[in-house]
């Protein structure tokens, strides 16, 4: 077992979180659950599974961790961000429980490849596999971006490696459910997309090949210098259409098809027109009034 913490955040998991909490169970030392008041029998479960469960009212996944790091009782060296619906598969679990310990004292971050599951089909491409994502770090050496989407966690000295092994986004919920879910993803991503524009509240410096996953910071840059500023239509259009055939998408079968065509079309253009939305009642407004009036179109507690 590695000198181990592992902080889950929930809301209503109950399909999910014994899977998850079993995948770590035999490396993590201390496995905590940041619960948004779950009114299903995810606190139940999470604690029958021997997890430490603190409960937080949600406002956005980076604050939310934020505050399990800030609260939790963590005294391990190192913590992995989990999501409910991941699950650290055997031979990574193995890695990290043989290497963790050995590592030296500059490297402070550990990258993951993560693949994902959807309609029970490993999607290989449509430049879906492998994401390279930092979620494991020494602790005291990282932080988390405060964004509203797309948050990453960097780190603030040393260096970081890539762990090679199965983790896994394979969320068991139907379509609808993740029609509904991206539909709110969209409104905060349109905000971050706004705060850049008119500077609404602080903004996050950006990401580096050297503070987290090269990959993830390439996927920052392009977006932000590039794709944010294509017309509604192109964007959304000249994404799917690469990811599907430059990046042989077509290959996924028929649960590549949906799912190229929803996370690869249909969410960029509905982020788009989120943005549009908003945009278009922001700026008329006085610069002084337009994070109040984002907050009122929103229903979101916009910070500072």
């Known amino acids: 077992m590695a000198d181990l913490a592992v902080i889950i955040l929930t809301y209503n998991e109950e399909k999910h979180i014994t899977r998850a909490l079993e995948s770590i169970r035999g490396i993590a030392r201390e496995i905590f659950v940041i ?66 310990p050995g590592l030296a004292p500059d490297i402070t971050g550990v990258n993951l490849k993560r693949k994902h599951i959807f309609l ?21 050496h990282a932080r988390i971006e405060d964004r509203w989407m797309d948050e990453h966690i960097v780190v603030q000295s040393g260096r970081t490696v890539v762990f090679e092994g199965g983790f896994a986004d394979h969320n068991l919920n139907d379509v609808a459910f993740l029609i509904d879910k991206h539909n709110k993803y969209a409104t905060r991503e349109a905000i971050d997309v706004l705060n850049k524009r008119y500077g609404l509240f602080t903004r996050e410096a950006g990401l580096s090949a050297g503070n987290s996953s090269g990959h993830s910071a390439l996927k920052r840059l392009v977006k932000e210098k590039i794709y944010n500023r294509m017309p509604l239509w192109a964007g959304p259009l000249g994404y799917f259409l690469y990811r599907y055939t430059v990046q042989l998408g077509f290959l996924d079968g028929k649960p590549g098809l949906i799912y190229h065509v929803l996370q690869g079309f249909w969410y960029r253009f509905l982020v788009g027109v989120r943005v549009y939305e908003l945009d278009e009642a922001l700026r008329p407004c006085p610069p002084e009034k337009r994070k109040a009036l984002l907050t009122r179109l929103t229903g979101l507690t916009l910070g500072s």
Do not use: C
């Open 35 to 100: 619960d948004s008041f779950s009114t299903d029998a995810t606190v139940d479960l999470s604690r029958a599974a021997g997890a430490v469960v603190l409960q937080n009212k949600f406002v956005n996944q980076a604050k939310q961790f934020q505050w399990g790091m800030d609260n939790a009782p963590i005294t391990a060296a190192w913590v992995l961000r989990l999501d409910a619906d991941e699950v650290i598969e055997p031979d990574l679990a193995a890695r990290i429980a043989a290497e963790l």
């Open 120 to 140: 029970e089909r490993w999607i290989r491409h449509g430049g879906r596999y492998p994401l390279v994502m930092l979620r494991l770090f020494r602790r005291g």
